[in-house]
């Protein structure tokens, strides 16, 4: 057979597949009652439905605060993540594939009930020829080719979902579906997926209160990855691990303690820690499933920074600066209004003690707030706003009693204080020292030079003020109002005095160059009356 008639025939296998599962998008949809509008829980509902992919898509939305409404984001964080399980023999055949050798020849044995079936990949324990506990993750089959083909046909009817749902403005579908995209072939990467256990491994091997599983790289491929078994209890099976007898504080804050480090000083963080995710195991914190991470380059990592900082000092200005950073503006931008908006966030929430502030509000009032003054964020910043936000849900659960904002304050404090380079400071300011002294020896003949430019009258004063459109119109008016008063004086004085010429002619008794100053004059006053009171009754 010729490659021209092999494509056809798999154009031809493809249409029919990608028509089919139109048609049960279409078939989910109508039975949702899509047609009625878009809310939260319909939503989630009809992602549920839509199986595998879109399930994922849910979960990448549930983190876009910057692109979805905080009503929304909530309630797709509960989006169920089990899905049916692949049977054993077929687990079994796709490990042989993965492998090019039986299974036997491997492992010793296999556990056919899985850990977990999630929407890309299943996870069964294991146990290797040497005696080795592990655990199997599995890819599912062709998950890319339907994934790609599903997206594929989410962007095509982009358009239309918009206004059956009624979402014109409030989702950028395309966006958020490039992202799904990108996200799920480096989550369908067990190869990346390694790299990322590794490099977290090797962050927190100095911690002995934390671990994460090792890869087996010899039987590790982008479709399979296997890692040593970890065995223990869920952080929020609180009652079980108050019985075997640890400390939920301790646990809560030693895990908040970790998760400072990862993002202030590793820059390299787990970007989903819901309590699935962290258990204990033997005394340790153990982080599972680092599929899903974020990095902070030094440059974020520093900004991050100056923005706590600025937040704990009420600094408006230094938190406008982090923000105005952070973010690409995607307007011009009303300086005035944002420094009131900052003021107002800062003064509600600081005016909190740490046992009663939530970081997660905080965190998505300034995430609003970037969106109405908008500021675009890169996506890497709202996976770390979302995490943090998760963070502290998971505290919420097992520890309600340790603030996640006390212990980043407390970490960044002590971070600071490691990072203080005594002699360096001394060099920088005694710099500093120098170059003002040295500046200072110009001020005498720069203030001549002022004097004299003065004196010749080529002084200029330039003022900026605030951008707002509105404080230019008051100030315009202002000016003519001023303008036109000064006239109409200038009239009433020069008509007085001409009011004692004889020699010009008279109208009504005087002077009729007096009369039609003094006529333009009152014409002129009560026109300045007329307008001021106006404005007065329109504020």
């Not at 506990?133 to 979902?161: C, F, H, W, Y």
């Not at 340790?402 to 960044?412: K, P, T």
């Not at 001394?426 to 004196?455: C, E, F, V, W």
């Not at 300045?528 to 504020?539: C, E, N, Q, T, V």
Request: with cysteine; glycine share 6%.
């Amino acid at each position: 057979m010729d490659k021209t008639n092999a494509a056809q025939i798999q154009r031809e296998n493809v249409a029919p597949a990608s028509q089919k599962r139109l048609g049960e998008i279409l078939s989910v949809l109508r039975r949702h009652q899509i047609t009625h509008g878009l809310t939260p829980v319909r939503l989630r509902e009809i992602l549920e439905d839509l199986g595998p992919t879109y399930v994922k898509l849910g979960q990448i939305m549930s983190m876009r605060s910057d692109m979805l409404p905080e009503n929304y984001c909530r309630e797709l964080t509960k989006l169920r993540t089990e899905v049916k399980p692949l049977p054993y023999g077929l687990v079994s055949r796709l490990i042989e594939d993965e492998l090019k050798e039986p299974v036997e020849n491997i492992f010793s044995h296999i556990d056919e009930i899985p850990l977990g079936s999630a929407s890309i990949a299943q996870v069964h324990p294991a146990v290797l020829k040497d005696g080795r506990k592990v655990v199997i993750k599995i890819q599912r089959p062709s998950i890319r080719e339907i994934m790609k083909n599903d997206i594929s046909l989410m962007k095509k009817a982009t358009g239309i979902l918009k206004l059956a749902t009624g979402t014109k403005g409030l989702i950028d579908f395309n966006t958020i579906l490039d992202e799904l995209w990108k996200t799920s072939q480096e989550e369908m990467n067990f190869i990346q997926e390694a790299a990322n256990l590794d490099l977290f491994y090797a962050n927190q091997k100095d911690i002995a209160y934390v671990t994460c599983p090792q890869v087996f790289h010899a039987f590790t491929t982008p479709r399979l990855l296997v890692m040593d078994y970890i065995d223990g209890i869920q952080i929020d099976e609180i009652e079980h691990l108050k019985e075997l007898g640890y400390d939920m504080t301790e646990i809560g804050q030693k895990t908040a303690e970790n998760y400072c480090k990862q993002i202030l000083e590793d820059g390299f963080f787990h970007a989903d820690p819901h309590p699935g995710n962290l258990w204990i195991s033997g005394g340790q914190i153990a982080w599972l499933d680092l599929g899903m991470t974020g990095q902070l380059p030094e440059h974020n990592k520093q900004l991050l920074k100056k923005a706590i900082a600025a937040i704990l000092e009420q600094d408006i200005y230094s938190l406008k600066n982090v923000l105005l950073t952070f973010g690409e503006p995607q307007d011009r931008v009303n300086h005035a209004r944002l420094y009131t908006d900052i003021d107002d966030i800062l003064n509600r929430y600081l005016s909190m003690d740490f046992g009663t502030m939530k970081l997660g509000d905080l965190i998505d009032r300034l995430f609003s707030l970037l969106k109405e003054h908008r500021l675009a964020i890169t996506p890497d910043i709202t996976l770390l706003g979302r995490s943090m936000i998760t963070m502290e849900g998971t505290l919420t659960l097992c520890a309600p009693d340790v603030s996640i904002l006390q212990i980043l304050s407390a970490h960044m404090s002590s971070l600071m204080l490691k990072e203080i380079d005594v002699k360096k400071l001394l060099r920088h300011n005694g710099r500093k020292l120098y170059a003002s002294l040295d500046k200072s020896m110009d001020i005498p003949s720069q203030l001549s030079d002022l004097l004299n430019i003065t004196k010749n009258g080529q002084a200029q004063l330039n003022l900026q003020l605030s951008d707002s459109e509105e404080v230019r119109k008051d100030m315009q008016r202002t000016a003519n109002r001023f303008i036109l008063s000064f006239i109409a004086a200038a009239l009433f004085i020069g008509s007085g005095l001409t009011a004692g010429i004889d020699a010009i002619p008279h109208w009504f008794g005087i002077p009729w160059i007096s009369f039609l100053g003094y006529s333009i004059s009152g014409v002129l006053i009560l026109a300045l009356l007329i307008r001021i009171l106006l404005d007065h009754r329109k504020k």
